[in-house]
């Protein structure tokens, strides 16, 4: 049996390790980054030296981050880099910011789709969250794995 192609997680806080844990217990292996280094010694995947490495060795990669802003400095660290095929970004964002944000996607060459999570981390974690998925038809058929 061929290995899983991990799954990246950028943003380690709260959300994103309820999600990367969820993730890990369903079989799939996870490379993690997030800026604080307490975040990233404290993970129980796989982890990386910086978002670029992650999008650059996983083919789906989940951002679990505050803000679009946050967003935007991942996309533009990226930009040169080996890249993804699809983000998945559970950020929580105005309706323009997600426009602007599916349009750098879109720029870099990613399917991007839109999960914003109703629910907090401890939700995630045990599975009762909901996730309001919007993209297009083949990037979510793409994430249904990893969703």
């Not at 993690?32 to 975040?39: C, E, N, R, S, T």
């Not at 490495?53 to 951002?63: F, G, H, K, L, T």
């Not at 505050?66 to 040169?80: D, H, L, M, T, Y």
């Not at 105005?94 to 399917?111: K, N, Q, V, W, Y």
Request: with cysteine; aromatic share 4%; glycine share 8%.
């Amino acid at each position: 049996m061929a290995a899983r192609s991990p799954v990246g997680m950028i943003g380690l806080g709260l959300m994103g390790t309820a999600l990367a844990a969820r993730l890990i217990d369903a079989g799939m292996p996870v490379i993690g980054f997030d800026i604080d280094p307490a975040k990233r010694k404290a993970f129980a995947g796989e982890v990386a030296s910086s978002a670029p490495e992650v999008m650059a060795r996983c083919r789906i990669v989940v951002i679990a981050v505050f803000s679009a802003e946050q967003v935007e400095a991942i996309f533009a660290s990226c930009r040169g880099a080996g890249i993804a095929e699809l983000v998945i970004c559970t950020t929580t964002s105005a309706p323009d910011e997600i426009a602007t944000l599916s349009r750098r996607a879109a720029g870099l060459r990613l399917r991007f789709v839109e999960t914003p999570i109703s629910g907090n981390s401890a939700e995630a974690r045990e599975g009762s969250a909901m996730a309001l998925v919007a993209g297009e038809t083949a990037a979510v058929d793409m994430a249904a794995p990893v969703l």
